[in-house]
């Protein structure tokens, strides 16, 4: 259910009764948009099967890799984990957080200003995080500044919300919008000005027109979600290689 909502705005190129595979190879670099997503859990013949149908499907792309996510509440078995970890994976669990958005412990902070981008501050947003992106090559500088146009556009169902201190880019978060829910992706604020309520004051702008918010995290930052009025609604494993 709760993933079905996370991964609305992905593109979906083959659905069965095992896995959905969403796939944009104008966006091959970016491994979120390329994903197999399994909504019941495979067996050891599926998964190897399923690895070489990626393979196929993924061919033409610039760099080799696997994205997955495992089903939903339901634990990775620890064969598994040694299975996978053997074979290079890189295993993470994830938490799925939601909160009725009128319920959230959030506030405006005087220090900052909150604003969409937009085809006004598109280049100081791509200025920002160029040397980010060219570490990857040219190639993904490319594809990050299509999806990032898309954001600002407003075509792809999200938005990118900027906060503005002193007429520079402080902190940042995206917001992908469904019919009752916005999900918190891409969080993010300068360290040196942690701790001031602008986080809060990202989330609190992205969230007015929701009835209710999710968003994905790690256990690490259980306790900050869980004091701005967050409860755990699900989990999943997901599994990387490069």
Known sequence: MYKEILMAHLQKKLVTERYIYYSRSDLALRYDNNLLDYQIMPDRDSFKEDLDFIALQQKGYPLSY???AFPEKIEL????????YGEGFELKRFLVFTAPAASLNLSDSGAVRIEELSETSYQDYMDKHEEEY??????????????????????????????????????????????????IDNFIV????????????????????ADSVILVTEEDNRAMYEHQGYQEAAFY?????S
Request: hydrophobic residues 35%; without cysteine.
């Open 237 to 241: 494993w997901s599994a990387f290689k």
């Open 190 to 209: 300068d360290e040196d000005l942690r701790g001031q309520g602008i986080g809060k004051h990202l989330q609190d702008r992205a969230v007015k027109t």
């Open 66 to 68: 696997v994205n997955i």
């Open 134 to 183: 060219r570490q990857y090559g040219d190639t993904y500088y490319q594809q990050m500044s299509l999806f990032n146009r898309e954001l600002a556009s407003n075509t792809s169902g999200g938005k990118i919300f900027l906060a503005i201190k002193k007429g520079q880019i402080v902190g940042e978060l995206t917001a992908w919008y469904s019919q009752h829910f916005v999900e």
């Open 77 to 84: 078995p620890e064969p598994w984990q040694a299975q996978l």
